[in-house]
């Protein structure tokens, strides 16, 4: 709780499923109010109450962030539901491996508005919230092991270095006023954006990592909690590796 018994109010982009459902429950679970989109006309996941809308304390609403219009539906709903904003997760992304050379434009221009458009938007409905409120309010980016260079996925390590870009930006822009920004990389996590990995590429990422196994999207979705809503106050412009030691991407 806030100061004088308020709840706190967490925004989750892509919440509905995946690490964004566990970043949901973790919000939850700690006493806040939580926001969160998709882009699908119903949330996913019926059979869990964080996840489908019906949770006490929760806001499901259809948005697709890398629209701006979407963007201020999202926050404005959220505001009407709960009356502020203290804390926004930019968890919302889409993947779409390939090599540079064979990688179509429209892809490439899908990917960018996906993942950077629609981070960019976000934090910056944000930061003005944040402003107008008054508040020290907490911004988290959802980084990726790819950030740091892979051969199979130009597109998406590239909008991933440009969020931990924008993050440090803000970090260093509005820290004056109590705005924190940081980014949380994951390791190998088992969800929906991994699916499509061949059981090789499984196998090659436990091995490389120093557990031995896959990541829970629970352990991230704690790391995200400690920064929107715990004690990590005093942490900004850092990127928190969730990865369980594993610091790249096999080749």
């Not at 779409?96 to 934090?123: C, I, K, Q, Y």
């Not at 991933?160 to 390791?187: D, E, F, H, S």
């Not at 790391?223 to 715990?230: E, I, K, S």
């Amino acid at each position: 709780m806030l100061d004088g018994g308020v709840r706190p109010v967490l925004i989750v982009t892509g919440g509905s499923r995946g690490l964004g459902a566990a970043m949901v429950q973790a919000g939850l679970a700690r006493g806040a109010h939580v926001a969160y989109c998709s882009r699908t006309p119903t949330p996913l996941a019926p059979t869990d109450g964080a996840v489908s809308g019906t949770a006490p304390n929760s806001l499901w609403i259809q948005a697709d962030v890398a629209r701006e219009a979407d963007v201020e539906q999202l926050f404005d709903d959220t505001l009407t539901a709960f009356g502020r904003v203290d804390a926004v997760v930019n968890n919302a992304a889409i993947n779409r491996p390939g090599l540079l050379v064979s990688l179509a434009d429209e892809t490439w221009d899908t990917v960018v508005a996906n993942n950077l458009t629609s981070a960019f938007l976000v934090a910056r409905r944000a930061v003005r919230e944040f402003r107008r409120q008054a508040i020290p309010g907490r911004l988290v980016f959802m980084g990726s092991l790819m950030q740091e260079g892979t051969s199979a996925g130009a597109c998406y390590a590239t909008t991933k270095a440009a969020q931990r870009g924008l993050a440090l930006a803000i970090a260093r822009a509005y820290g004056r006023y109590g705005i924190t920004a940081n980014v949380v990389v994951c390791g190998y996590v088992e969800t929906d954006l991994t699916g499509d990995l061949t059981e090789e590429m499984r196998r090659a990422l436990v091995e490389k990592c120093p557990q031995r196994r896959a990541g829970r999207a629970e352990e991230v979705a704690a790391a995200v909690a400690f920064l929107t809503l715990g004690d990590g106050v005093s942490l900004t412009g850092q990127i928190l590796r969730v990865s369980g030691g594993l610091t790249e991407v096999p080749a």
